[in-house]
């Protein structure tokens, strides 16, 4: 942050920006899904500011933020042979509980 500019009024602190080659837009949106290897960052009613600053963009992203356990092919295979079950079923079943023991239980 720039010292001196904490009290600054928004409109003022937008058009400095801009001065200073600065663009930021508000982007409409439902949720934000950051995909790992090894599962998911989900941001529920996320805030999304696109920030464009010498040619480079960057998003600030605020909101309800949960993780989710990621799955592989193996897990789902797994859980379709046990139960029977397809494969949209055994994924279902798994984002669901986010177990898979759980998953097959649920599915028997």
């Known amino acids: 942050m720039i010292p001196g500019l904490g009290g600054m ?9 801009k001065q200073m080659g600065i663009n930021q837009d508000e982007i409409e949106a439902d949720r934000v899904v950051i995909e790992k290897g090894d599962g998911n960052i989900v941001i529920e009613n996320p805030k999304v500011m696109k920030i464009t600053m010498q040619g480079q963009e960057s998003f600030q992203v605020t909101g309800d933020i949960k993780e989710e356990e990621g799955f592989n092919e193996g897990d789902v295979k797994m859980i379709m042979e046990k139960t029977g079950k397809s494969e949209d079923e055994a994924k279902k079943a798994l984002e669901e509980t986010s177990d898979i023991a759980e998953a097959i239980v649920k599915l028997s």
């Open 9 to 17: 009024n928004p409109k003022k602190m937008q058009g400095l920006m």
